[in-house]
């Protein structure tokens, strides 16, 4: 009796580690799997990624190539290649091309397609907004209205058939981050949509914010503003832990401050069944000042999965994202998982998705982590 008393003990506590199930993992109110790799040895940061027609579609992004680092002369390379996994396949496959290699844009599901706003490449940013639609036989890319400046590294957001955007970049040289705020009624017809400018929020410029959604409003999170001397060649950047939210008929007002900055975490934050808001790891800026002292010993970026409740105005801790440090993880960061950021959140098939990303400054996952709820 006592043994048997002593084996279900065990039991519960294997269970409660958050431990490898049925290729599962479970940790706190999420159970964690991985899909098939995108089909590249490296992987991808900064790309376009959502579902059409049942497929989970990434696109773009840049890297830098196998077996180099930008502090060894690795060359940052942009990719246009479009790949797509259906729902029941074990493999992703090409689908296609964007219009030019970019990255580093806004992405969002509407209307059975994706949205592709702004992006950059090594030379420039683009007020470019295409639409992408894949059935898996044909692949079609429309343009949209497009920006009234050029911006990349922006977030936004869907309200009410109203898209939203805020912050950003206007230039790869840029040495200030942008205090913009723009709508776009997508129920217009395509040749009628024109961008808004509205009153922005009341804090600082930023870029690589978390934007959300609750109810009938829109939430800006987090980010980084940029801050520069005139003796200074390169802005440092200013981690950000204030959040907002704005109502269309009302305008901003300010929520309680994170815990901890959140920058490039995966975007549009997830909204809950109750109306909270999911966001998964990010970048706290604590390690800022020494990566080109870590390089391949960087740890990587915050694992903790914040939730806010707007009934309590207060941000509390869910759990963690699913990482897998192997021992070789500082050389061949590719047989390691990690918690991704400068990636979208898709959600498909009932399920949280956080495909590729930047697993730690200069190097690239091909991992493609998904979330359910237990």
């Not at 907004?129 to 429309?142: E, N, P, Q």
């Not at 950000?240 to 490039?264: C, E, H, Q």
């Not at 970026?301 to 207060?314: G, M, Q």
Request: charged share 20%.
């Amino acid at each position: 009796m006592f043994r048997s008393f002593y084996c279900l003990i065990l039991i519960m506590v294997i269970i409660s580690c958050g431990c490898h199930e049925n290729g599962a993992y479970k940790n706190g109110v999420l159970q964690w799997s991985q899909l098939p790799q995108v089909p590249d040895p490296v992987g991808f940061a900064g790309t376009f990624a959502g579902t059409s027609h049942d497929y989970l579609i990434v696109a773009g992004g840049a890297n830098f190539p196998a077996g180099t680092r930008p502090w060894s002369g690795g060359v940052k390379q942009w990719n246009d290649k479009i790949f797509a996994l259906y729902k029941d396949d074990s493999t992703w496959k090409e689908i296609g091309a964007l219009p030019r290699p970019m990255g580093y844009g806004i992405s969002l599901d509407w209307n059975d397609g994706i949205l592709l706003i702004g992006g950059a490449d090594q030379a420039q940013h683009y007020t470019t907004v295409y639409f992408l639609k894949y059935d898996g036989a044909s692949l079609h890319i429309d343009t949209l209205a497009p920006l009234p400046q050029p911006l990349a590294n922006s977030c936004g957001a869907i309200v009410n058939k109203t898209l939203y955007m805020a912050g950003g970049l206007s230039s790869p040289s840029s040495k200030e981050t942008e205090k913009i705020f723009l709508s776009l009624a997508l129920d217009q017809p395509p040749e009628k949509q024109a961008w808004s400018r509205l009153q922005p929020w009341p804090g600082e410029s930023r870029m690589l914010c978390v934007a959300g959604v609750i109810n009938d409003e829109f939430y800006l999170i987090s980010g980084t503003s940029l801050e520069a001397t005139a003796t200074d060649s390169i802005p440092k950047r200013k981690y950000l832990t204030d959040a907002y939210a704005f109502n269309a008929s009302g305008g901003w007002r300010k929520i309680k401050d994170l815990p901890y900055p959140v920058v490039a975490a995966p975007t549009p934050a997830y909204t809950t069944i109750e109306n909270n808001l999911l966001i998964f790891g990010g970048d706290d800026g604590s390690l800022a000042d020494q990566n080109a002292i870590l390089k391949d010993k960087h740890p990587g970026f915050r694992t903790e999965v914040l939730d806010y409740d707007p009934a309590k105005n207060e941000w509390n801790i869910a759990g963690h994202i699913f990482t897998d440090k192997q021992p070789d993880a500082g050389q061949n960061p590719g047989r390691s998982t990690w918690a991704p950021v400068t990636t979208p959140l898709v959600v498909w098939d009932n399920s949280i998705i956080l495909p590729q990303g930047e697993a730690r400054p200069g190097v690239r996952t091909n991992r493609v982590l998904k979330a359910i709820f237990k």
